[in-house]
């Protein structure tokens, strides 16, 4: 008995399992899916062709009809929701007005995202066979977004949810959605989900989806060379050139996100509560070569707090080491070699990342060569939860690094209100600006376009000029890995990863 | 060896004089001392001096093979690899180095009070200890580190959390061994005062035996040290240490593999001098060592 | 070696066992106190980890303070000590944090995938270390005893994650041999267990080769010599039995160390057992998985060292006096 021959068979009995080709998505996540529960991991279910939403936000920033026939405004607090006749939930039940309004209140009741971005004081009515009236009491100029999110508004069969209580299990196989492909099982490993025929666009192009949950960053990427999945998300773009060459393994790039790589510093302790620290680091950031060095041009460079696309966006972004070594100077930071000190002190900050976005490493990797270019010393750690952790003060942390969006799905309210506003409930840093403040509470009741980019605008440029806070990095380029069979897949925004017309090249 | 986990060495009876000398001799000895000797230094001139800047990208340069500059290559930021390994192998050999200090310190000094204190201290103690050593090698490691998060000095914690109690065991039944021995109980009787007893008679022969336990057990520490930092949960980035390079180099394996040898190589050479040492130790308790 | 056969000498190893058996008891209880002990030495609010791991924002000091009391953080430590026991005794390692479910649940769904790579492993380094110890012994100082002399070394100076990680890389994908994400079977567990093995059996053989080689210079080899038996025979008959048991012992060691080694190895393999589920606990730091891992890993140790003494004692009565 040789090694080899030991080898050799070894590998002809276990090949031969995932060779027959079969007709449905297999697609590996870094994020595992831990239950059904539809309040805190329901979002999941939009992402995989489970859930499906009123809107959809478009790779081009508009937001079209999806549920909804179409959604208008006639007044300025009051909306017009017209369902799509003729649709369904996995369970065969129709989605009718009943439905969704039960789908909403569901929501209001218990998601605090959703209470967070929808007046308490708002009526959803019915005013027509599939006609829906909300009346805000306020103005909520961005309904159609919020239409459009995934954690706020996802049409649900209530009934199903409502006798399960906690028993999330019971969920799996129930057609609780509307979307092409129903979850018959949900596993730590993996989500299963089969085609469901009688979904409203027509027959969805494979019999199912094979989810697999696979922290492991290089896992994700040998599951595809490997060729046991089809679609890997969240590649680490550091490793292009690696899938350059990789055999079966491509780099499939989508349309510009409304995201980035955010970072938020700790205005309440340490180095950052001095603005001029701010200042400089914002000026210390060389943004053009993170996005084409860093991310060899799969990232596009930050110019901005928003991508450039949008009509606010202000492109007040600039790498200037010169200026931020002045500011510093001024402050008072007097600079021996790599460092920085005063009174004794050393300058020196902690950069906060976490595991499941492997981008980070590199990302904080090169933040630390800027800082230090400007003598700044730095330490990264490493946090399961970001939010978690900065919320709860569970680490010591100065510069935190999110993947996040500015303006996810188009609207600009969710990241001013939850990241940047004094009570956000992401205010990671203790950020309180009393004219910002002023501006998001305003921008949140007003409908008039011209007078919203101009308050955008000046928050704007009070987060680079005046007191900077968070600022973007770079602007992602939706991406995932994909293998030979499936290189014409375009990788989604709005985290829509599979449609019901989701099919390998033809 | 090569346990992933912390192998648990027999310490060898060794005559303790000319222990060095008959080291030396040692054809396997004198290889392992070397290789050591020349890790160290290499190990101590990688904290003062690297060819490059061991943690600035130079993305410029980025995965270039081997060549004269970059003897190893580098890496996706264009970090000179080379000087990486070199910059790692303070945190790598240090570590190992810091944690078995550590374990031989208070290891000797529980081992000693609780031999000599008897009675409760020494029950209290030595059952302390019988609850580490329950507990199979790493697991607790991984259960500190669960406790406190990931980290350099956490993960060091962890691992003398989890290893000083053998070395306490050790120093125990030794020095209940040597407080029998007549030279020591004639000097009792001969009225010399106690501490003068233990610093005298007692604390050489434990330390030197339990000196000798932490030299075989160097290459386990610098593999263990190295596995957590791999897995993520010690040394942090951007500080190079072996097994995080090696999970660093991973993700690149199919353009550079040379990444993935180097600190592997090092990893190696490391454990192989520990190794040889520790063969010379046991041939040299054999009598035809001798 | 009469006594063995003797009445008393029965009775001394069942009380030996017996002995033996109390000594395991008291260190499970041991170690299940030490990993009660996990929970009130954590930092922060246990309470407010549970809610947060379940996805729960906003926390006000009401719903924490009502967490604490139905988690029973409340009671006196030795009041929550003794829960803790009572608990494991039944079977209940408490709630997982992120999912919710039942720990005893999750690791029993866990267990089989671990078990299976590491008995296979087992397997493969005994039967190499076995193989090659043989050979060379039969061969001292010949060709066939160099090569694996030098395997030995190598084998013994790469940690098995090193060696792992090189031959997943270079070999299995390298080649397209077998699968990145196994779902957990035999026939995917070969080529890790393979893998496990060999670099295992390297720091065995040597053991093995050392005990056949001293007990093939001992007196009575000479005299099985004296009597014409061929060396094949005193190899196999005189020198192999008289090797295996401090070989089965440094086996008894090597389940400590493969049961603290499987995160590591789990992680390189993507195999979904107990140690991969350990890691996902670590960085979630979902206490209780933590607490059910540790003891999990304990008790199966406590349990495989209890068995290698057992044998131990059962195959050689001088250990039955001695204080394992």
């Known amino acids: 008995m040789t090694l080899r021959s030991l080898l050799l068979g070894g590998a002809l009995a276990l090949t031969a399992l995932p060779a027959a080709a079969d007709d449905i998505i297999r697609m590996a996540t870094s994020f595992q899916i831990r239950s059904m529960d539809p309040v805190s991991q329901g979002f999941w279910m939009q992402e995989f062709g489970q859930g499906e939403l009123l809107m959809k936000f478009q790779p081009d920033g508009t937001i079209t009809p999806w549920l909804a026939e179409r959604v208008e405004r006639t007044a300025d607090t009051t909306w017009v929701i017209t369902l ?97 492909y129903k979850v018959v099982d949900l596993t730590d490993q993996r989500m299963i989900a089969e085609r469901y025929d009688g979904y409203w666009q027509g027959i969805p192009a494979m019999a199912g989806v094979e989810l697999r949950f696979v922290s492991d960053v290089n896992a994700r990427i040998l599951a595809v060379q490997n060729g046991e999945v089809d679609i890997a998300l969240y590649p680490p773009i550091a490793a292009a050139p690696v899938f350059a060459v990789t055999p079966n393994v491509n780099l499939a790039l989508g349309a510009p996100s409304t995201g980035g790589f955010l970072s938020v510093m700790d205005v309440m302790h340490g180095a950052f509560e001095e603005v001029e620290v701010r200042k400089a680091v914002m000026r210390a950031v060389n943004y053009e070569e993170l996005a084409n060095e860093v991310f060899h041009g799969a990232k596009i460079p930050a110019t901005g707090l928003y991508n450039p696309r949008f009509p606010w966006a202000v492109e007040n972004y600039s790498y200037d080491p010169a200026q931020a070594n002045a500011m510093l100077d001024a402050a008072g930071w007097v600079r021996d070699g790599d460092t920085r000190s005063r009174d004794g002190e050393t300058l020196s900050v902690t950069l906060m990342i976490y595991p499941q976005q492997p981008d980070l490493v590199p ?40 993947a996040t969006g500015t303006a996810t799905v188009g609207s600009v309210s969710g990241f001013l209100n ?42 704007q440029t009070i987060l680079v000029e005046e007191d900077p806070y968070v600022f973007n990095a770079t602007i992602l380029i939706e991406r995932a890995l994909v293998s030979d069979a499936w290189s014409d897949y375009v990788p989604a925004v709005a985290w829509n990863h599979i449609k019901w017309d989701t099919a390998p090249n033809k | 060896m090569t346990l992933l986990g912390l192998m648990r060495p027999q310490a060898p009876r060794v005559p303790d004089r000319y222990l060095m000398r008959r080291l030396w001799r040692h054809p396997s000895g004198r290889a392992g001392l070397l290789l050591g000797a020349l890790l160290l230094v290499f190990a101590l001139l990688g904290a003062v001096w690297t060819p490059h800047p061991p943690d600035i990208p130079d993305y410029a340069n980025a995965l270039k093979p081997p060549s004269l500059a970059h003897p190893f290559g580098t890496d996706s930021t264009g970090r000179d690899m080379f000087s990486r390994v070199m910059d790692g192998a303070q945190r790598s050999i240090g570590s190992a180095l810091l944690v078995l200090a550590a374990v031989f310190l208070i290891g000797l000094a529980v081992g000693i009070l609780s031999g000599l204190a008897r009675g409760a201290t020494d029950i209290l103690l030595m059952r302390l200890a019988d609850i580490a050593l329950a507990m199979p090698p790493l697991v607790l490691g991984f259960a500190i580190l669960g406790l406190l998060g990931p980290g350099l000095f956490n993960l060091l914690l962890a691992v003398v959390i989890a290893e000083w109690a053998y070395y306490a065991r050790l120093a125990r039944a030794l020095s209940l061994g040597a407080r029998s021995r007549p030279h020591v109980v004639a000097a009792r009787m001969a009225g010399v005062p ?38 993520g949960l010690g040394v942090q980035p951007p500080h190079a240490e072996w097994g995080a390079l090696l999970s660093e180099s991973r993700l690149f394996f199919a353009i550079a593999p040379w990444l993935l040898i180097a600190p592997a190589v090092a990893i190696f050479l490391s454990i192989l001098s520990a190794n040889l040492v520790g063969i010379a130790l046991r041939d040299i308790e054999t009598p035809e060592g001798r | 070696m009469r006594d063995a056969r003797s009445p008393l ?95 005893s649940q999750e690791i029993l769904e866990r267990l089989p995938a671990t078990l ?31 090569i694996i002399r030098l395997y030995t070394q190598i084998g013994a100076a790469v940690p098995t994650f090193v060696f792992a990680l090189l031959a997943l890389t270079f070999v299995v994908v390298g080649f397209q041999m077998g699968r990145v994400l196994a779902d957990p079977s035999w026939s995917a567990a070969l080529i890790p267990a393979l893998i496990i093995g060999l670099d295992r059996a390297a720091s065995w053989t040597q053991l093995l080769r050392a005990g056949l080689l001293e007990a093939m210079a001992s007196g009575y080899a000479e005299v099985a010599r004296a009597r014409g038996a061929s060396e094949r025979r005193i190899l196999l008959r005189h020198a192999l039995p008289n090797a295996l048991l401090p070989f089965l012992t440094a086996i008894g060691i090597s389940i400590g160390a493969l049961i603290g080694g499987t995160p590591l190895i ?32 304990a008790l199966s140790y406590v349990v495989a060292s209890l068995v290698v003494d057992l044998a131990a004692m059962a195959l050689d009565p001088r250990l039955r006096s001695q204080n394992p």
Not at chain 1, 90 to 117: C, W, Y
Not at chain 3, 69 to 98: C, K, M, Y
């Open chain 1, 84 to 180: 799509r006749d003729g649709v369904t939930f996995q369970n065969g039940k129709a989605m009718d007005v009943p439905a969704v309004l039960a789908a909403i209140a569901f929501h209001r009741e218990r998601n605090s995202g959703t209470q967070a971005v929808l007046p308490a004081a708002a009526t959803f009515t019915q005013t027509g066979p599939l006609e829906i009236t909300v009346d805000t009491g306020v103005p909520v100029p961005e309904m159609p977004s919020i239409l459009a999110h995934e954690s706020r508004l996802m049409i649900i069969d209530v009934a199903p949810v409502l006798a399960a209580g906690e028993d999330y299990e019971a969920l799996e196989g129930a057609g609780i959605h509307t979307g092409p």
């Open chain 1, 363 to 402: 990302l904080s990797n090169a933040m630390q060569a800027y800082l230090r270019a400007v003598g700044i010393a730095s330490e990264i750690v490493s946090v399961e939860s970001v939010n978690e952790a900065a919320m709860n003060d569970l680490v010591e942390w100065d510069l935190a690094m999110v």
């Open chain 1, 418 to 459: 939850r990241y940047v506003a004094c009570e956000g409930d992401r205010n990671y840093g203790g950020y309180c600006n009393a004219r910002i403040q002023e501006l998001i509470e305003t921008l949140d009741v007003t409908v008039d376009e011209d007078s919203r980019y101009d308050m955008l605008r000046e928050i």
């Open chain 2, 194 to 231: 106690r501490w003068r007893i233990i610093w005298g008679h007692i604390l050489p022969g434990v330390a030197l035996q339990l000196g000798i336990l932490a030299t075989l057990q160097l290459g386990i520490m610098i593999s263990v040290i190295s596995g957590f930092s791999f897995l």
């Open chain 3, 9 to 103: 000498a029965r009775g001394g190893l069942a009380a030996a066992a017996l002995l033996r058996i109390g000594q395991a008891l008291v260190t499970a209880l041991a170690a299940s106190v030490i990993v009660w002990a996990l929970l009130p030495l954590a930092p922060g609010d246990v309470a407010e980890r549970v809610l947060l791991a379940r996805g729960l924002q906003d926390l006000t000091p009401e719903e924490i303070e009502a967490t604490r009391e139905a988690l029973g953080l409340n009671d006196p430590l030795i009041v929550q000590l003794f829960h803790w026991l009572g608990g494991v005794a039944r079977g209940d390692l408490g709630q997982s944090f992120t999912s919710q479910a039942p720990v």
């Open chain 3, 116 to 146: 299976m790579l590491l008995g296979l492993a087992l397997v493969f380094s005994a039967v190499l270390s076995l193989l090659f110890a043989l050979i060379a012994a039969a061969y001292q100082d010949r060709w066939p005893d160099r």
């Open chain 3, 266 to 297: 789990e992680s390189i393999f993507t195999w979904p057992g107990l140690g991969a589920y350990l890691l996902e606990a670590l960085s979630a730091r979902n206490y209780p998985v933590i607490q059910g891992y540790v003891l999990i890993a």
